[in-house]
């Protein structure tokens, strides 16, 4: 099955449309982390902004923020902005219409391959566990391969039981070493449940794999370690743990983000405790993401998909940015896709065999 | 990973519990299918009836369903029936204790095993997504691999998804041809979509797996060309149907039950279209089971969890039957496990997964 | 909350495609239960064949079936028929486009009201468990009062859970006594632990509604009661039933469909064992059914979903079915929003608070 | 139904196991916020530390964290805390085992009413779909008027569809009016939701409740208008929210805990972003608890369940303390239980129902 990333064609600005269109309303922030009113919310589509008559592509863009536009003769540019991020002075693109007659342009053609037939781009809707994945696992195969062919950049987000599993844990930390993995974003618990079984070969609330002994305590007595150790990487490198994901990323020079909830009692050093610090940490790597795995709990995977455009430049090239969402349910899978994501695809089944089945294709 | 299959202690009939205990009650039906009643109703466990003062054990039993006493001296035996089959003249055990003090013993220790650790036959409860079932996977090819080798009977109780997927319909495939299926349970659409698959190369409600066309009318083609071949081996002999599930039954000698449920417009020749001999001709191969794997929806699968003993004797050995039950939901899972079934194993994930795991591990 | 049933309006048969185009192509079957190949089959709209040169209607339709045309010059019809139910002899309608061009045309446009907005026959898609349900309540009880008092044909196909708590069970019984059923589909287990409560005041696998004794033995004992008194009218007319939904239909004279699935292993008298003919029984009301509730297993709603009309004909006007589809899961009440129904409306909860809301709504 | 709290029974310290006992085991922590090894995690049971020869009982417990002692002579007493807030030379209680014989006791049977039955207190496992609810709304109803008399302290745990729909937004407003709401933890988008519809009359994702137009900007409006206002309280006092819970509670001093997840882009004025700060702020309700409604996300409610005490001290007597998770997926409901809660009742179904129940029967 040969990957076929589809090309982007840009709006024809030459349109009579596009011409006569007015410059963006700029409104100035006048506090901090307060929009003026009627600002534009940011789509998951390719959106332009007119500004001294240059039509600007917002790129690591993210649904539901504001455009701050830099309107300096000759350097125009835009950042794309949290509400909460905005400072006093920030020049907010305002206006409720994206059909560019108010210097806003939403472009939802940019993929779409009108030689050929329509497919070559299209969301399959409605998906269910009764969906036959086949086609999906062969399609990401080809996907992940040509990533790390062509430094392309492969965030993952990993829920808990990826590394509760023996046979899971194993595949991902095979496709760390193996360079399929360019960053990971997962709760402290991961983290955590992964050195435990590294560290004492135990796991929580059941036995050993092998199901001996009982030893849930072990948990917490592996956070006490970590703390005491001051972080994962001198931890790991102190030499007690033996194998997993954690050990596998700090060898292999792959980042990760631990960040927090309120179901956290307890966390690693280097956890992020603040959601807002956590979120400015996760939205460094799905600026440059190029294709993004989202094995999680619906909470991560919303978050993450949310602030990861749904396409971007990489070496002068706008590309779609490949989206996987997977989950047991498909309330969760589908809520990401009523998003309007452009290049989510969805599957429903137990993360454990997602992640054993790339592991054994690829690594 | 060894497979140890639990031993069986009978119980010690020369307690005096049991050697005073009277002999069960019988009482004759006189409407068929018309139980008296006060009926003794059927558990998992094993259980014992005192008939002319022997101790006989049920097997082939079924839950909720009633014992048939032959008094015949010499020649005591019981047979365990659903109540829709009782005849005029039958005696049916009466009581409703299971201590033995009616002759009514029900034995919940015959597999415990003393001398060990009690975990050699326990059931692990509270499965849901996040369970670690790399060991459960390991476990169940060793129990296919003994099955295989020692003559046991597999039988599979599959879902419609199993012939939409193409991984999973060949993995199913392989398994047939290598010896790992000793019958199938499915509803028609199953064998419909897998005989359309191979004969036209689609499937339904999709385009084909590799997306070129639509073409749901398939399926109801190819249920007209099998009716007109007049039944599923007449169809595949003339050479129409070039791969698929239905082909390796057929080709292979695997049976076959097809069962109609009310969703059932068109049905293929041989289906049952009535539940009640479905059901029967269904716990033919319940009855002499060793192992069991349900794939299927909740109606199916409860259907025949409901008629399988978990228990039985073969060659004169009596040995737990294991049974797998396989869905996306925990609800679907925990309700026969809710049943107090002894040796069910619950896994949750898509079965397509499932299937693809143990085509991998074995064929 | 005003209830506003959408106009229908014919299409206009005077366009030059309507005039132009063939007698729809009709082809003989030639074995019973066997289509002619290349038939056509129905979708969920509005169709019209042209036979004779004259556009008949389909009512009383039914997805994914054939139409058998009735050519006598001056009295052409149609009737919708299951391919297992076509006969030698009968006249099959042939082809495979529903623009007209082969005298089939598929009508989507009927409940379009062009003159306001599109929304009063929109199907709100995407429902979930989040998805605000005040309205839908609110249309639906505006409904249910309409249907009552203009002599509508209100159809509930009910789910076991119904007759297991006892707030619901009542509610039901109530909706029943002051006019809100018409006809009710279920399987035998709902009438069977309904009677074993209003017989026994018990209910299944729990303790009475109290708690005070396990008392599953008497849901078979039930059965077995009512097949010596023979139906469950005779029983009861004996008068040993209280209360509840059973007693409540045969006091209404609300006609009821037992169907009975592989899970079945003892049924009440008069329960269709044969799937084809419980359906032929169930689709005697579904052909002439105005509204339509759905708050059972996914096995009957799919099936009773499938045989229920979108739009029909009542006193010479077209008017929408009105479906209201109940689940717990997302899932579940997708699965026949998929198929294109069109007035159906989905709601995300428990079958048991869903039924309680409108017997506290209207009775 | 009359409402029967159970009575708890001390252990009987006068038993030679309790004279003999040594004192529980206390080792200083030397770094702040990791414990010394081999601690002892609390359970959801009542328990108690020897010290000084005393038996002190651990009120305001929480499971999965630790116990650091005072033994001051004669005002011998503890303090439950969570290991991230332990500070150098707090004492924590070291040792594995819970009968006494380390200074430890864990007691099961506080509640057990050994001359009644079992079931005054017993948790009703198994918890489904199909489980009937009657007899658990009727006892909740009971709890609520007796808290409501007796000055109990009831936390509701709210998720966001509670202010998405508008039926289930005016039963939950009218319930903290009537006072049966003692305080409110939440997620920054239910309040947001709640005021933006108290403001502008729409709600997100979706056109108004009678559906005229699709507003999801005003959501970031309404976080921008409290920001500019400074705090809910200020904007609720400005007039400018018509209805609604935020306006309730503001009304009635109902306290209500706004906490973040990597999921909010934005929040109102007074969420706490650092998930430590959450919980300790979220601790202070569940401290003082007799009553807790969860109706939330499994996050909240994980979080928050975890933290309760399942029993407690109100005004010198030791009573359970009600907990209700409410879900629509057995999952999420029985993640709860599986953990051991001792008054857990759980009911599966969509929450906009659970609470629209409530608010008929009481307000």
Same mark, same amino acid.
């Given at each position: 099955?040969?990957?076929?990333?589809?090309?982007?064609?840009?709006?024809?600005?030459?349109?009579?449309?596009?011409? &006569?269109?007015? &410059?963006?309303?700029? @409104?100035? @922030?006048?506090?901090?982390?307060? $929009?003026?009113?009627?600002?534009?919310?940011?789509?998951?589509?390719?959106?332009?902004?007119?500004?001294?008559?240059?039509?600007?592509?917002?790129?690591?863009?993210?649904?539901?923020?504001?455009?701050?536009?830099?309107?300096?003769?000759? !350097?125009?540019?835009?950042?794309?902005?949290?509400?909460?991020?905005?400072?006093?002075?920030?020049?907010?693109?305002?206006?409720?219409?994206?059909?560019? *007659? =108010?210097?806003?342009?939403?472009?939802?053609?940019?993929? @779409?391959?009108?030689?050929?037939?329509?497919?070559?781009?299209?969301?399959?809707? +409605?998906?269910?566990?009764?969906?036959?994945?086949?086609?999906?696992?062969?399609?990401?195969?080809?996907?992940?391969?040509?990533?790390?062919?062509?430094?392309?950049? /492969?965030?993952? #987000?990993?829920?808990?039981?990826? $590394?509760?599993?023996?046979?899971?844990? &194993?595949?991902?930390?095979?496709?760390?070493?193996? +360079?399929?993995?360019?960053?990971?974003?997962?709760?402290?618990?991961?983290?955590?449940?992964?050195?435990?079984?590294?560290?004492?070969?135990?796991?929580? +609330?059941?036995? @050993?794999?092998?199901?001996?002994?009982?030893?849930?305590?072990?948990?917490?007595?592996?956070?006490?370690? /970590?703390?005491?150790?001051? *972080?994962?990487? $001198?931890?790991? !490198?102190?030499?007690?743990? %033996?194998?997993?994901?954690?050990?596998?990323?700090?060898?292999?020079?792959?980042?990760? /983000?631990?960040? *927090?909830?309120?179901?956290?009692?307890?966390?690693?050093?280097?956890?992020?405790?603040? /959601?807002?610090?956590?979120?400015?940490?996760?939205? %460094?790597?799905?600026? %440059?993401?190029?294709?993004?795995?989202? #094995?999680?709990?619906?909470?991560?995977?919303?978050?993450?998909? &949310?602030?990861?455009? $749904?396409?971007?430049?990489?070496?002068?090239?706008?590309?779609?940015?490949?989206?996987?969402?997977?989950?047991?349910?498909?309330?969760?899978?589908?809520?990401?896709?009523?998003?309007?994501?452009?290049?989510?695809?969805?599957? #429903?089944?137990?993360? =454990?065999?997602?992640? %054993?089945?790339?592991?054994?294709?690829?690594?």
């Amino acid at each position: 099955m040969a990957l076929n990333i589809p090309k982007y064609t840009p709006p024809d600005f030459n349109q009579e449309i596009f011409i &006569n269109a007015p &410059n963006a309303t700029l @409104v100035e @922030v006048v506090k901090d982390g307060v $929009s003026p009113a009627n600002y534009h919310a940011l789509s998951v589509f390719p959106e332009y902004f007119k500004i001294n008559n240059k039509w600007v592509l917002a790129t690591e863009s993210r649904m539901d923020t504001v455009c701050v536009a830099y309107d300096e003769m000759g !350097k125009e540019s835009v950042n794309i902005v949290e509400f909460r991020n905005l400072k006093v002075g920030d020049k907010v693109v305002i206006g409720r219409t994206e059909d560019g *007659s =108010q210097g806003i342009y939403m472009y939802t053609q940019g993929f @779409v391959n009108k030689s050929h037939d329509s497919d070559t781009f299209a969301f399959r809707s +409605g998906r269910s566990r009764e969906t036959a994945f086949s086609i999906d696992y062969d399609q990401l195969y080809e996907i992940l391969k040509h990533e790390k062919a062509k430094n392309g950049y /492969v965030t993952w #987000v990993l829920g808990t039981a990826i $590394s509760l599993d023996e046979d899971t844990r &194993n595949a991902m930390e095979r496709l760390i070493r193996e +360079g399929y993995v360019n960053a990971i974003l997962c709760g402290t618990s991961l983290a955590a449940f992964d050195l435990e079984c590294g560290t004492f070969g135990t796991t929580w +609330g059941q036995k @050993v794999f092998r199901r001996e002994q009982n030893t849930y305590e072990n948990y917490y007595e592996t956070i006490n370690m /970590v703390r005491e150790a001051g *972080s994962i990487e $001198s931890f790991v !490198k102190s030499g007690q743990v %033996k194998d997993g994901i954690m050990k596998a990323c700090v060898e292999c020079n792959v980042p990760f /983000v631990l960040a *927090s909830t309120v179901r956290d009692r307890f966390t690693l050093p280097g956890t992020y405790d603040n /959601v807002y610090e956590a979120q400015n940490a996760m939205r %460094k790597h799905a600026r %440059k993401t190029s294709t993004i795995i989202m #094995v999680s709990t619906i909470l991560f995977t919303i978050a993450t998909g &949310n602030m990861t455009p $749904s396409y971007n430049e990489f070496d002068g090239v706008i590309r779609p940015v490949y989206m996987y969402t997977v989950d047991i349910q498909e309330f969760a899978v589908n809520k990401l896709a009523d998003r309007g994501t452009l290049t989510a695809t969805s599957v #429903v089944t137990n993360t =454990q065999d997602f992640v %054993k089945n790339i592991g054994r294709a690829l690594a």
